[in-house]
Antibody, heavy 121, light 110 residues
Framework: EVQLVQSGAEVKKPGESLRISCKGS????????ISWVRQMPGKGLEWMGR????????NYSPSFQGHVTISADKSISTAYLQWSSLKASDTAMYYC??????????????WGQGTLVTVSS | SSELTQDPAVSVALGQTVRITCQGD??????ASWYQQKPGQAPVLVIY???NRPSGIPDRFSGSSSGNTASLTITGAQAEDEADYYC?????????????FGGGTKLTVL
């Protein structure tokens, strides 16, 4: 069974750093990209960026480039999303998702349960 | 353009057919994928590519595309289809590939 299990909820202060994780199981972790998606309270989905765990190549949305860093450790089938200096506006639910790209189309076919990040002084 | 535009809200009578649309320049080059999200839950992929359903998605869900518009059609909407629906596609602007979501459509089943 394919699963993406994310780390637990976080409460942080502005200016603090944070790394959240997403562990894949039940499939070849290096055969699919991992994307990160933000959902601010009461708002829609925003694609942040993705990583190819086989070589750690990343693409970012222009909206998130420079604000977050996506990385992966293929030896433990885990992807990460990190911030060096959080802002209150980073308060949101963050999802990781497995992204496939093939001849029949592309999509995010398996999702983690989400990690709620709250940034408040 | 890097935007995908969806109607904020759509309603359908129980058992009737509803079409949810997504507009954007990138859809002239790339297929959309569609996601259903119910309150408090992670999104679920319902359609990808030309018109492909992942395993477990009912066949009342279908997809189509024409020009700059992608559509998700639910034929015979059920109460459990009430949810937010999002389209997603690769963006055709810029030098580096990235993907974007539409703003989402809240579907109400009456």
């Amino acid at each position: 069974e394919v699963q993406l299990v994310q780390s637990g909820a976080e409460v942080k202060k502005p200016g603090e750093s944070l790394r959240i994780s997403c562990k894949g199981s039940g499939y070849s972790f290096t055969s699919y990209w991992i994307s990160w998606v933000r959902q601010m309270p009461g708002k829609g989905l925003e694609w942040m960026g993705r990583i190819d765990p086989s070589d750690s190549y990343t693409n970012y949305s222009p909206s998130f480039q420079g604000h977050v860093t996506i990385s992966a450790d293929k030896s433990i089938s885990t992807a990460y999303l990190q911030w060096s200096s959080l802002k209150a506006s980073d308060t949101a639910m963050y999802y990781c998702a497995r992204q496939f790209l093939g001849s029949t189309g592309q999509g995010l076919d398996y999702w983690g349960q989400g990690t709620l990040v709250t940034v408040s002084s | 353009s890097s935007e995908l535009t969806q109607d904020p809200a759509v309603s359908v009578a129980l058992g009737q057919t509803v079409r949810i649309t997504c507009q954007g320049d990138s859809l002239r080059s790339y297929y959309a994928s569609w996601y259903q999200q119910k309150p408090g839950q992670a999104p679920v992929l319902v359609i990808y590519g030309k018109n492909n359903r992942p395993s477990g998605i009912p066949d009342r869900f279908s997809g189509s595309s024409s020009g700059n518009t992608a559509s998700l059609t639910i034929t015979g909407a059920q109460a459990e289809d009430e949810a937010d629906y999002y389209c997603n596609s690769r963006d055709s602007s810029g030098n580096h590939p990235h993907w974007v979501f539409g703003g989402g459509t809240k579907l109400t089943v009456l």
